[in-house]
C-alpha cells in the first residue's frame, strides 16, 4: 500500500523557511513526476511546483525563485524548500505523485502558518 506523509509544515514570520518533506512508502515504484500543492481557506487547491522523472522543474508565478522543488532517491521522500515565505503562503500543502502503473497519489496535506 502507497503512503505519502508531509511533515515539515509550521508557524514562521514573514521572510522565514521552511522545509516541507513527503515520505513515500509502501514500495520502490517507477514515478512519472512529483508535486506540491496547497490550498489556502476558502480557495481552490492549486498547483505550486512539480518535478519530473527526468528532473525538469516547474513552478507556479508566485513561488517561482523562492520555492525548490527536490527529491531525495536515497530516503525516497520528495522535498519543498520554502525561502522568503509570505502570509499569502499560508495554506495546507499537500504532496502528490504520479506513479507510472498506479496512477496518482495525494498526501495528507501539512500546515504552513506565515504570520505578518
Known amino acids: 500500500q502507497v503512503q505519502l506523509v508531509e511533515s515539515g509544515g509550521d508557524l514562521v514570520q514573514t521572510g522565514g523557511s521552511l522545509r516541507l518533506t513527503c515520505a513515500v512508502s509502501?514500495?520502490?515504484?517507477?514515478?512519472?513526476?512529483m508535486q506540491w500543492h496547497r490550498q489556502a481557506p476558502g480557495k481552490q487547491r492549486e498547483l505550486v511546483a512539480t518535478r519530473t522523472s527526468a528532473g525538469g522543474t516547474t513552478y507556479a508565478t508566485a513561488v517561482k525563485g523562492r520555492f525548490t522543488i527536490s527529491r531525495d532517491n536515497a530516503k525516497n521522500t520528495v522535498d519543498l524548500q520554502m525561502n522568503s515565505l509570505r502570509p499569502e503562503d499560508t495554506a495546507v500543502y499537500y504532496c502528490y505523485v504520479n506513479f507510472q502503473r498506479l496512477g496518482g497519489y495525494w498526501g495528507r496535506g501539512t500546515q504552513v502558518t506565515v504570520s505578518s
Open positions: 509502501g514500495g520502490i515504484f517507477a514515478i512519472n513526476n
